[in-house]
């Protein structure tokens, strides 16, 4: 099922962008938005919640735009590979230190560190651009330099089958014994450890996953826009992933994907009558979806309110 | 020699003044509601521009400028009175008892929504009203002028951290909140009637951020972004103070204030860091902040 | 790599610019316009030209496969304004705003350009440099705007030029004035209709040496990204070039936007600095003036407000007399060639009766820059005889543009895009006519004087300066 979802969302994404070509650059946009709440959404599946993952979101883009800068790399899946890596990596550092914590102090932390990243890319002016960024070219696609329209055309066919590979993968892992552990996490922990199951090695490894996907998500983000921005990092970025994730619904990799292409839509309705009040018309939204609809739009098995009934 | 620290003392404890006002709201919604509220900055901000409008208003009206002083107040308790009930019992009270980070979500869609609200209701360009600053003067101190306006913040800050001390202990309110806090199933049963008390601890909230921001507007006016910004500084703060300590709190803005102005005298690059820092060195020592405890896992 | 189509084209429109170089001021290409021909494009030269042209244009159409074909006159001509008009640096923004509203409602009571009313999509800046860079894009993929004048902010600037060099939209910066967006890069379709930091902070380094021709120590606070840090660089490099042992005693960088100063008005004040420079700008200088003036800091050391005349109107009162000015470039709403321009007083009328106050330099970069770049449209639409101009043809008509402006004339120079305009300098004096300073011992620097030759590496340039350079200067006062 979450499948047919999938390559449904996948046809749909692939089509329109043909007929309106402007439109290939907001796709693009809007799934690499959906990779970083998919990663979001990865840990919203132990329950806990990431008011800071946007800290790999910018991290992907900016080792786009440092790996270019550096090596003079511009093969688009080299950029991309090494942007995984590189927040996966820096999810590896960051979640030893998190998956210490649980509940407020989880989600604090994370907006702790994002935010000393955030400062920092301001900051660090000589080596990244402080506030003004850093420029991304556009990249090769093996071997051959393509126009920037001729690239977004190819650009989104690359990114649509990457988010769809990632969702088979992504569903994959929640399957996997690794992946209903980390459920377990949110519903009893300690028993968990009672099995012999270490708690910190499950969420340690759904941290590193949630990280490559932000990551991956930011990298493909910095491609399209053609700059970084310490922004990236901002915590009320990271709050958007959230809230992305949640619209959606997390119980399924196709959840955040929903999520995103429906905030997009909805931010096109409104862009005529409410553009002044967008976040308005998002809060309203997610408060909507908290209260009425507890299993996001995509619908099935909403962990968040699970527990309600068991207390 | 003490000449020339005097300066970065009174730096430090200004400093540590306007950050205080930024969080120690947010510690006591955490001790009383057990809720993160991410809201908290829209209160701080829409507490400044409330007392701007106020202020604006009263200066343009030719009444007296020293009748800004208790448009300070009057205009956080105005936001307070209206803000604090109406989001406790409309939104809050729906999510006690799920999961925090559900409430953290409602808390930011309730950001998200007054983000926009004071757009709407106060435009987009950055307000001051600065009569307050102009009616108290300057001192000298160190052979540096400071605004004695700073010099009051430092006082109110005292004040503030002493009246909620004795609040919580000598009052019937706030022997009522910390039996709460300890225990509210049990408060129930005894029959306190905890609603009440959730809202009107939330509101006191509401009104110590409104406060602050009232309080700050005068110097740093207040702009699209304060809100954001606040909050994060907040955060930070009641983290390093140990989440729900009021005290904790007043000492963790010391510990910002000085440290931030140590780095701006003797390293400037670092400011931008310094809270972040602070929290992440703290909490790396003690997890659960400078007075927190450590919760029970539960089974 | 270029096609040789594209590189054939190229050639042809920099001869093309050599022809028409002298004529093109705005008005006069209107007047052609509605002759139905250009009087340059007459004889054997304009025919040869609207053939190469013709030629040029099909070779390169061939070269960019699936582009739009011949251009039809718009119904309505879609310009993208880009300033920030939330936050607080729309205090510094939204005069710019509020004058693109008035000079375009002038345009299209006068028949728009070239015929056509003119639409303008404004776009806040204020969304951060991410937001904007989508919008643009959008913008420039969707076909509702031919033209874009963009941005304010010198980060967006960085951001957006390659961009619009990639979609090949044509973009004139009105504001952003980093000396980093032409020095590396070369581009078709980015110019800047005003100066860049070099002039303006060479002018107000040369101004403070000629006030404190005795000055030791320097105080610097800037704000923390692009614009904040090439200032300190370049008054540094023009201070040091005159005064090689002057001393630096603070050099802050507090975040844009940051608001409350006070520590580091501390620190500033502890150090005791003969003066204290600063390129503060929007709220975050009116916060920094609030907070600095009643302690003192104007009185003890010469304070230097490089972006001063912008907030001369909300918190000018609070400073003393004496305090150095600057306007970025000449749009100084009582300079003697602004009093003398009909057009200019009428706007600066126009526009204090619309928003209750005097339009700040911000207005005039703002205005200067949509009458440059209706100029050249009409320069474009002309050379076309008549045709409505390709966005490569509009991008030719801005490469060595020269325009009257409201303030004084711009030149946009052939060789790297950058625009030539004369730098005002002065001290705030207290006035009898406004209840705010105005300018008083004003100096117009000449725009050739003070900004380097292209290719020049403009800090080597300025690190050459010398004493004979100083002798050719106009004093303080001169401009008054």
């Known amino acids: 099922m979450p499948i047919v979802v999938l390559a449904v969302l996948a046809a749909l994404v692939a089509l329109l962008p043909a007929a309106v070509p402007w439109l290939r650059f907001v796709f693009i946009i809007t799934i690499a938005s959906g990779f970083a709440a998919l990663g979001v959404a990865v840990l919203l599946r132990a329950g806990l919640i990431s008011i800071g993952h946007a800290l790999f979101y910018a991290v992907g883009a900016y080792a786009v735009a440092f790996l270019m800068r550096a090596t003079g790399t511009t093969d688009l899946f080299l950029l991309l590979a090494a942007a995984v890596v590189v927040s996966g990596l820096a999810g590896l550092v960051v979640g030893a230190f998190m998956v210490r914590y649980r509940a407020i102090f989880f989600a604090m932390l994370n907006l702790a560190v994002s935010m000393v990243v955030f400062s920092l890319l301001s900051k660090l002016y000589g080596l990244t651009g402080g506030s003004d960024g850093m420029r991304v070219a556009t990249p090769t ?29 992504v569903q994959l892992y929640f399957r996997s014994p690794m992946g209903e552990a980390l459920a377990a996490v949110e519903t009893n922990e300690v028993r968990l450890e009672y099995l012999g199951v270490s708690v910190r090695g499950v969420l340690l490894s759904a941290y590193v996953l949630s990280a490559m996907l932000a990551g991956l998500g930011g990298a493909i983000a910095g491609i399209a826009i053609g700059h970084v921005v310490p922004e990236m990092a901002y915590w009320t970025e990271s709050g958007h992933f959230v809230l992305v994730a949640v619209l959606g619904g997390i119980a399924g990799p196709a959840g955040p994907f929903i999520g995103a292409i429906f905030l997009e839509v909805l931010r096109t309705l409104a862009s005529g009558f409410a553009a002044e009040t967008w976040n308005l018309v998002v809060g309203v939204a997610l408060l909507l979806v908290i209260f009425f609809l507890p299993e996001g739009l995509y619908g099935i098995g909403a962990k968040l309110f699970r527990r309600r009934g068991a207390q | 020699m003490l000449q020339a620290l005097m300066p970065l003392l009174v730096d ?102 007054f983000e926009d609200l004071q757009k709407l209701v106060f435009g987009v360009q950055s307000l001051y009203q600065d009569a307050p600053v102009q009616l108290f003067g300057t001192s000298e101190i160190g052979g540096i002028l400071y605004l004695n306006y700073q010099l009051v913040l430092i006082a109110l800050a005292v004040l503030v951290v002493v009246a909620l001390r004795l609040l919580m202990s000598y009052t019937r309110f706030g022997k009522l909140m910390v039996a709460v806090v300890a225990d509210p199933e049990v408060s129930q049963a005894l029959g306190i009637d905890t609603r ?31 809100g954001p910004e606040a909050i994060v500084l907040a955060f930070a703060v009641a983290a390093i103070g140990g989440l729900g300590q009021i005290e904790g709190a007043a000492l963790a803005a010391l510990v910002v204030g000085v440290v931030r102005v140590l780095a701006i005298y003797f390293a400037p690059e670092f400011e931008a860091v310094v809270p972040y820092l602070v929290m992440l060195a703290v909490l790396l020592v003690r997890p659960y902040g400078l007075f927190g405890s450590v919760r029970v896992r539960r089974i | 790599m270029r096609s040789p189509a594209v590189a054939f084209a190229i050639n042809v429109r920099v001869k093309y610019h050599n022809t028409f170089l002298f004529r093109a001021s705005g008005t006069q290409s209107a007047e052609a316009n509605r002759n139905g021909c250009w009087p340059g494009a007459e004889g054997y030269e304009g025919v040869v030209m609207q053939v190469w042209k013709g030629l040029a244009g099909a070779l390169a159409l061939a070269a960019l496969l699936g582009h739009a074909s011949a251009q039809e006159k718009p119904k309505e001509l879609g310009i993208g304004v880009f300033t920030f008009m939330s936050g607080g640096p729309a205090a510094y923004g939204m005069p710019a705003r509020n004058a693109a509203g008035l000079i375009f409602d002038g345009i299209n009571a006068a028949g728009g350009i070239g015929g056509v009313p003119v639409k303008p999509v404004y776009v806040d800046e204020g969304q951060g440099t991410d937001a904007v860079v989508s919008e643009f894009r959008r913008l420039a993929t969707s076909g509702e705007v031919s033209a874009m004048i963009a941005a304010l902010s010198s980060g967006n600037c960085l951001a957006l030029a390659p961009i619009a060099e990639q979609l090949k939209m044509p973009t004139v910066a009105w504001n952003c004035d980093t000396h980093q967006l032409f020095l590396k890069d070369k581009y078709d379709y980015v110019y800047r209709a005003n100066s860049s930091t070099i002039p303006e902070f060479v002018a107000t380094a040369l101004y403070v040496l000629d006030k404190k021709p005795d000055l030791k120590t320097v105080a610097i606070i800037n704000p923390d990204y692009a614009f904040g840090h090439d200032a300190a660089q370049i008054f540094t490099a023009a201070l040091k070039a005159f005064k090689p042992d002057v001393e630096f005693v603070a050099e802050l960088f507090p975040k844009l936007g940051a608001s409350n100063y006070n520590t580091e008005i501390s620190r500033i004040m502890a150090a005791r600095p003969d003066v204290v420079f600063t390129n503060f700008w929007g709220a975050d200088l009116e916060n920094f003036v609030r907070q600095a003036a009643p302690r003192g800091l104007f009185r003890n050391s010469q304070g230097v407000l490089s972006v001063g005349e912008a907030v001369l109107q909300s918190v000018g009162s609070q400073l003393p007399d004496g305090v150095i000015i600057g306007v970025l470039g000449d749009g100084w709403w009582q300079s003697p060639v602004a009093e003398k321009n009909a057009a200019a007083q009428k706007f600066v009328a126009d526009y204090q009766a619309k928003f209750q106050a005097y339009p700040v330099f911000p207005s005039f970069k703002m205005a200067n820059t949509i009458l440059a770049l209706k100029a050249a449209y009409e320069k474009a639409i002309a050379a076309k005889g008549g045709a409505w101009p390709t966005a490569e043809e509009l991008s030719a008509a801005l490469d060595g543009l020269t325009v009257e402006t409201l303030t004084g004339g711009l030149t946009i120079r052939s060789e790297d895009n950058d625009g030539l305009v004369d730098q005002i300098v002065g001290v705030t004096a207290k006035s009898d006519k406004y209840p705010f300073p105005v300018i008083g011992e004003m100096v117009r620097y000449p725009a050739e004087l003070v900004t380097p030759p292209a290719g020049t590496d403009p800090i080597a340039w300025i690190g050459s300066l010398d004493k004979d350079f100083l002798a050719k200067l106009p004093k303080p006062g001169s401009a008054q």
């Open chain 1, 141 to 169: 696609l093996v071997g051959s330099a393509l126009d920037r329209e001729a690239f977004n055309a190819v650009f989104l066919y690359v990114v649509i089958g990457l988010f769809v590979a990632a969702g088979i993968l």
């Open chain 2, 12 to 113: 430090g404890l200004a400093n540590a003044a306007l950050i205080f006002f930024v969080a120690v709201g947010l510690s006591l919604v955490f001790s009383v509601l057990r809720i993160l509220n991410v809201a908290h900055g829209s209160f701080y901000a829409i507490g400044a521009y409330a007392s701007v409008s106020l202020s604006l208003w009263i200066v343009s009206a030719g009444l007296s400028p020293w009748l800004t002083l208790p448009a300070l107040a009057v205009s956080a308790a105005i936001v307070a009175a209206i803000l604090g009930p109406a989001v406790e019992r409309g939104f809050l009270r729906w999510t006690y008892g799920r999961p925090e980070s559900l409430q953290i979500l409602v808390t930011f869609a309730l950001f998200l929504i």
């Open chain 2, 196 to 226: 009440r008390v959730y809202m009107a601890a939330f509101t006191l909230g509401v009104f110590l951020a409104a406060f602050g921001g009232a309080l700050a507007s005068p110097t740093v006016g207040v702009a699209p972004g304060t």
